[in-house]
């Protein structure tokens, strides 16, 4: 039997309760003091550095700004194509041509010129911008062919198409041929173009070829090594032999620079072989003029060459004085023999045969039995045979020795026929056989 006990000492049927803990015995109060703030640390060197190391990371990792740039190469892109828009904009303006025309000018084209260098004419006389293009578009229009050579009235601001035309259409000067035999003394070329209609006088022609009127020829070589020796002319010798087509409305300076360019032309390959042989080209025409004069004929050339070659260089005692001893220019006045100091052209000019006698001071310059080697100047206007000839005088002529020649009397059945001599005695038997003993 289970006894249940109603009162308060009596135990219960309950569920058992958390133990409180006991309550914590007070503690000391402590004494309130005033807070003072302890000092700032100054930071250490390694801190400074890991401060600055960590900001730069900060920035690193911070994202960056990148420049467009498509946006650029977009931008590139277009101002090319702009600049180019802008310059094909200017070439077919070239080609049309400009509302607006230049003044007149005469562009006058030569024959056998080039597109090339027709276009570089136009381009430098301002008639065109574009050199280039020009050549580009005759050459592809098929006009080339027309154009032709002469004096034209062109504009800046022509449209190309009217400029071809009229470089197209045949406007050519007039023109004239004029012949200078070789061996023409410098008073018998002015007289031909004088007698031509193309120089108004002998003096004229003259004082342009010596430059006694202003007038430069520096522009070729052998103008400038002309030397300035008291000869009579600085042209003679110079003004090439030869056949020439010519404008006939030109002014002195044109005829005469023809003339001088193509002596240079036909010179210039002979300096190699001048210097080899220790001369000037100046002397090498001097000779050349004699070995004209005196030859007569080209297949002699060579052997009158070596004859006055050994006269001037021998070593035999009899040629001491090298004497060049051509009637061609001397002392000697007969009427029978051309003589550059009697009866040519020169002497006429000067008017020594009027007066009765060579100046002293003439033959002191030019007398070949007196003077000792070559003479002042030239005596002719060689032709190349010539020229050729005296820098390369016949080898076996040279080596044997002649000296002498002669050749045979125009009324005689030798006439034209050459003799050669090495002494004095076998040339007087050659001038007997030449038909020249009286």
């Known amino acids: 039997m289970r006894i249940n006990r109603n009162d308060n000492g009596g135990m219960e049927n309950r569920a058992p309760q958390a133990q409180q803990p006991a309550p914590a015995a007070p503690r000391a109060k402590q004494p309130v003091r005033d807070a003072v703030p302890e000092p700032a640390k100054q930071p250490t060197e390694n ?25 650029l190469v977009v931008l590139i892109v277009l101002a090319l194509v702009a600049f180019g828009g802008w310059k094909v904009m200017q070439f077919y303006s070239e080609i049309d041509g400009d509302s607006s025309l230049g003044a007149e000018q005469t562009v006058s084209i030569e024959q056998g010129s080039s597109v090339s260098t027709i276009a570089g004419q136009l381009k430098e006389a301002g008639i065109i911008q574009y050199d280039w293009l020009f050549k580009e578009y005759v050459k592809y229009s098929g006009k080339a062919s027309g154009i032709q050579y002469g004096d034209f009235t062109l504009r800046s601001g022509m449209d190309y198409n009217t400029i071809i035309q009229t470089i197209s259409t045949e406007v050519r000067r007039p023109t004239t041929n004029v012949t200078i035999p070789e061996g023409t003394t410098a008073v018998g070329v002015a007289q031909i173009f004088v007698d031509a ?51 006939a409305d030109e002014d002195v300076y044109y005829y005469v620079d023809i003339l001088y360019s193509e002596f240079e032309k036909q010179t210039e390959g002979l300096t190699d072989t001048i210097n080899e042989k220790g001369t000037t080209l100046d002397d090498v025409v001097k000779l050349a003029s004699f070995i004209q004069e005196e030859a007569g004929l080209e297949s002699e050339d060579a052997k009158v060459s070596a004859c006055f070659h050994n006269r001037l260089e021998s070593d035999d ?39 009765g006698a060579i100046p002293e001071d003439v033959l002191n310059q030019y007398d070949t039995y007196r003077v000792s080697g070559l003479p002042a100047g030239p005596i002719s206007c060689p032709g190349y045979a010539a020229i050729e000839a005296a820098l390369n005088p016949d080898q076996e002529y040279l080596d044997e020795g002649y000296f002498f020649f002669v050749t045979g009397h125009p009324d005689t059945d030798v006439a034209g026929q050459y003799f050669y001599a090495k002494t004095a005695d076998e040339h007087q038997q050659n001038v007997e056989k030449a038909g020249w003993a009286y």
């Open 47 to 71: 801190a400074k550095k890991q401060a600055k190391k960590q900001k730069k990371r900060s920035k690193e990792d911070r994202p960056k700004r990148r420049f467009p740039v498509g946006c």
């Open 197 to 247: 209609g193309l120089v108004d006088s002998v003096d004229t022609f003259l004082n342009c070829a010596n430059g006694t009127d202003g007038s430069d020829f520096s522009q070729y070589s052998f103008w400038t090594q002309i030397p300035d020796n008291g000869r009579l002319m600085k042209c003679e010798g110079y003004l090439f032999p030869e056949t020439y087509n010519v404008y």
């Open 317 to 355: 005692p009899q040629w001491s004085e090298h004497l060049l001893q051509s009637n061609a220019c001397s002392y000697i006045t007969q009427d029978v023999e051309n003589n550059y100091l009697w009866n040519s052209p020169t002497a006429e000019y000067y008017g020594w045969p009027e007066s």
